[in-house]
């Protein structure tokens, strides 16, 4: 197995819904969405978000787009206009998800 | 993804949509105007600000954005098919906008040496001042730029050398008094704590009225839609 961050095979885009983050993360070819599929539950994007996300993580499956859609719930410090962070409508939690590191195998990115 | 291969990004334009009966279509840009359209970035924007998608209700359906196929049909042009929905709710969404209190953001650069302890040792200084003061906040909250305001802990622990780091704090309360106290600690920071320290040059920090946001439902049958023209 080789252990690669998330952004060697997929993209992403976030954006917010009041207190609450979306992650849409698309995989860069179609071998790669079983990857993505097994792989990047919403337990594990909880948990790597931790400290970020207070609340729950949905997943949601979009085969037909080879992708998957989070929603991070209680993100966002109340989100809108009441968010004290800097990112309020949790642009870049698109880029914090491809950080994550996932174990494939061996010669899967040959 | 591959943003610095975009195309002239100084002459973006809107996009087109080439709507078909059958309520397929194509997804395209003027001819010499910058950006791209791709299956790549046509699936980032779908998935923009997306609930479940299976139920994504817009003013007009609810619409299945897993049925949506998507194909590549030239160069800047991505055609749309397959779509299904159901019937719009019997809901409309109502935009409520409500006053909240109060909040301030300050902040302040501190470059090398040192850079994110100095910005660390500020922030400790200004919770203690905040403390003795009195003062309450619904919220207070401290961000360090260049360092983890973006990602968390995610960003990893920064390099001891790293260039500058930007203490921000931002404070929330339903008192006005409070964020306009809070407001005035930033500048004494410059002068009676750690140095080079600089980004004072527009002054205090503004208090902020919050207009907060609540988004909420009501029943169509509630709200007939009436059109008078009047002419003056």
Request: glycine share 10%; net charge negative.
């Amino acid at each position: 197995m080789a252990r690669v961050k998330l952004v060697r095979i997929a993209h992403a885009r976030s954006g917010d819904k009041g207190d609450t983050a979306n992650v849409g993360l698309i995989a860069l070819k179609p071998e790669f969405y079983p990857l993505l599929v097994q792989k990047v539950t919403a337990d594990r994007v909880k948990e790597h978000f931790a400290g970020i996300c207070l609340g729950a993580v949905q997943r949601f499956e979009l085969p037909n787009l080879g992708a998957l859609n989070f929603l991070l719930h209680e993100s966002l410090d109340g989100g809108g206009t009441l968010s004290l962070k800097a990112d309020a409508q949790g642009k870049t939690y698109s880029a914090a998800l491809l950080r994550m590191e996932i174990d494939i195998p061996e010669d899967f990115l040959k | 993804m591959d943003w610095e291969t975009i195309p002239n990004l100084a002459d973006v334009g809107y996009p087109i949509i080439e709507a078909e009966p059958d309520g397929g279509f194509v997804i395209t840009k003027h001819a010499g105007t910058g950006g791209r359209v791709t299956i790549e970035s046509v699936k980032e924007q779908l998935l923009y600000e997306m609930g479940d998608p299976r139920e994504y209700i817009t003013p007009d359906c609810i619409a299945d954005f897993t049925s949506i196929q998507l194909e590549q049909v030239g160069p800047d042009r991505v055609r749309f098919s397959g779509i299904l929905g159901k019937p719009a709710t019997d809901m409309y969404k109502v935009s409520i906008s409500y006053s909240a209190g109060f909040k301030a953001i300050g902040t302040l650069m501190y470059s090398w040496p040192d850079a994110y302890a100095k910005a660390q040792a500020a922030d400790a200084i200004l919770r203690e001042r905040l403390h003795r003061l009195g003062l309450r906040f619904d919220a207070i909250r401290t961000e360090f730029g260049g360092v983890n305001a973006c990602h968390g802990t995610l960003a990893g622990e920064p390099s001891p050398e790293i260039a500058e780091v930007v203490l921000r704090v931002g404070v929330r309360s339903t008192e006005r008094a409070p964020v306009e106290r809070f407001t005035k600690e930033i500048a004494p920071l410059a002068l009676n704590g750690p140095p080079t320290v600089t980004g004072l040059g527009s002054g205090r920090p503004k208090v902020e009225e919050i207009v907060a946001y609540w988004p909420a439902l009501i029943p169509k049958t509630e709200a007939s839609p009436e059109i008078s023209v009047e002419e003056t």
